[in-house]
């Protein structure tokens, strides 16, 4: 088991997200806010304003005409990616770092983790449900809590680890929570509250391994995002189940299968065409 004090120790030694992304956040759950609140938000961040343009004028947004205000490059990127964009300026340092203990090189967890946001977008244009601006941010941050944990690993916890999957049949999220006593996704969860994240937005991060256990349309659209991000290689897959989406999340929000594995095609080219801008300082 996992000295839980010093867990939380740990994980509030992490550096806090931008004011801007908090304030975002808690604006866009409320059940009436506008592109004014949002755009005057973001004006008073002068670097994540340039950022956020750069993104709205780059090639990923198919060569429209250039846009030179904070509110315009929140209309042309949606508020959700413009959140989430925001959260990935904050957190590229340490999104970026390598994470033996889970078997991530420099930049993997990154990877993935721009990937598992910019799934949300095209899973939001098939759902049949109405897809909440926070799943973005939710899908980024999903992992989170693997950077902390991984602090803690001494070499004889992860044979122990390793034993539960391999011999134990265990999947990788109940190896860590029979082995350790918590979780990275429990973890990553109690650390987006740190942060002073909305609800639904935390709870997508607790749940992004386990639905139906959030029963919120968010806890699906992360879940999902997360497998659609191993799935085009951007990722560690431990086992074959790991890349299978359960049907119930596919059916809460109206997507068959052949939906699903089209929505897979399209995820590629959009990653290219976008990591790069993520990138940028």
Request: charged letters at 20%.
């Amino acid at each position: 088991m996992i000295d839980a004090t010093a867990l939380v120790k740990a994980a509030q030694g992490l550096d806090p997200l931008p004011a801007t992304v908090a304030r975002l956040a808690a604006l866009v759950v409320r059940p009436e806010w506008s592109l004014n609140e949002a755009a005057h938000l973001v004006e008073f961040d002068a670097a994540l304003t340039g950022r956020l343009l750069r993104l709205a004028n780059s090639a990923a947004m198919a060569g429209l005409s250039p846009v030179n205000t904070a509110r315009d490059a929140i209309m042309r990127v949606g508020i959700g990616p413009a959140l989430a964009f925001a959260a990935a300026s904050g957190l590229r340092k340490e999104l970026k770092r390598a994470l033996p203990e889970y078997g991530l090189t420099d930049g993997q967890l990154w990877r993935h983790s721009v990937a598992s946001a910019l799934a949300v977008e095209p899973i939001a244009r098939r759902a049949r449900k109405p897809v909440p601006p926070e799943c973005f941010t939710a899908a980024l941050i999903h992992d989170i809590g693997k950077i902390v944990l991984a602090r803690f690993l001494s070499p004889e916890q992860l044979r122990w680890l390793a034993d539960a999957r391999d011999f134990g049949g265990l999947s990788s999220l109940q190896a860590e929570t029979d082995v350790l006593g918590v979780n990275h996704a429990e973890l990553g969860g109690q650390i987006a509250g740190q942060w002073k994240l909305p609800e639904r937005l935390r709870n997508g991060v607790t749940f992004h391994h386990t639905p139906d256990e959030g029963d919120d349309v968010v806890c699906d659209v992360v879940y999902l995002a997360n497998i659609a991000a191993k799935r085009i290689g951007e990722g560690v897959v431990r086992g074959p189940a790991e890349v299978v989406a359960a049907p119930s999340s596919l059916a809460r929000l109206g997507i068959t299968d052949s939906v699903w594995e089209d929505l897979l095609g399209t995820l590629p080219a959009a990653f290219d065409a976008t990591l790069a801008q993520y990138t940028k300082d």
